[in-house]
């Protein structure tokens, strides 16, 4: 088993008990639990911004091609950057390269400091570097679509190069699992679907006939416990249990 099935499986079992199976029996197969479970990080990953972190990672354009479809997992693109300080008139990675560390910091100007300038023409080089990006495409402007995931480079590519891209991604499930603050959310979350689901099934049927006169079902009961915990479980989301980033602004 992988480690994202163990983690299932830990909440799995963790609705099983507190719904009390093995003292009574809990009428949910294997596919409601899974169920549950996946509403609750869909859930988690619409409301939530600890859902997400930032990452970065690598792109390697192809000539004349502009469209790139990212993996689904990526939800934003931020900024994407270039190895070189521009030109894209030819060359294999679409530029000069340039480190400022070795052209303007680890030389004379350093060593000599006193005398001829130091930080002073580190600095001056940097601006100089940004404004040549300016005039001879050092930046990428691009699209991202975050539905299709399709990230489109406004400028043709005239050779291979890879690109740096500065994204914002979703947390792989186990990630989300082993949360000391997303997880117990989870597990509660995917609990009270599971409550949901059993009360709807168990409302269809209102007693069960038998020689005693018959039981009553808690469908009705055990459906009301579910919703509010989604109730509840949600406002915890709005006031930040769960260790998310809290917004700067509200709307609604």
């Not at 199976?21 to 899974?34: A, F, I």
């Not at 990080?41 to 990452?55: D, F, G, M, P, T």
């Not at 055990?222 to 915990?229: D, N, P, R, T, W």
Request: with cysteine.
């Amino acid at each position: 088993m992988t480690e994202v099935d163990n983690s299932r499986q830990e909440i799995i079992e963790y609705c099983r008990t507190l719904l009390g199976d093995g003292m009574v029996d809990v009428e949910l197969d294997p596919k409601h639990y899974n169920t549950a479970i996946d509403r609750a990080l869909a859930k988690y990953r619409q409301r939530s911004s600890n859902s997400v972190e930032e990452s970065f990672g690598y792109l390697t354009l192809e000539t004349d091609k502009n469209e790139y479809i990212l993996p689904k997992e990526v939800m934003q693109v931020r900024e994407v950057f270039r190895r070189s300080v521009g030109s894209r008139t030819g060359g294999g990675d679409g530029g000069t390269l340039f480190e400022p560390f070795n052209l303007a910091y680890s030389n004379t100007y350093l060593l000599s400091s006193s005398n001829m300038g130091g930080l002073a023409t580190y600095y001056m080089f940097s601006a100089y570097q940004k404004e040549v990006g300016k005039m001879f495409g050092s930046y990428i402007i691009f699209q991202f679509n975050p539905t299709t995931k399709k990230l489109t480079i406004s400028q043709r590519p005239r050779g291979q190069e890879s690109l740096l891209i500065w994204m914002y991604n979703y947390r792989p499930d186990f990630s989300l699992f082993e949360d000391t603050y997303a997880g117990i959310w989870l597990k509660d979350y995917a609990l009270a679907n599971c409550k949901i689901m059993l009360g709807e099934a168990r409302e269809k049927f209102g007693t069960i006939a038998s020689p005693q006169g018959g039981t009553t079902l808690n469908g009705t009961a055990i459906k009301s416990e579910g919703l509010a915990m989604i109730e509840k479980l949600e406002l915890e989301l709005v006031t930040n249990v769960d260790n998310q980033q809290p917004m700067w602004f509200t709307r609604g």
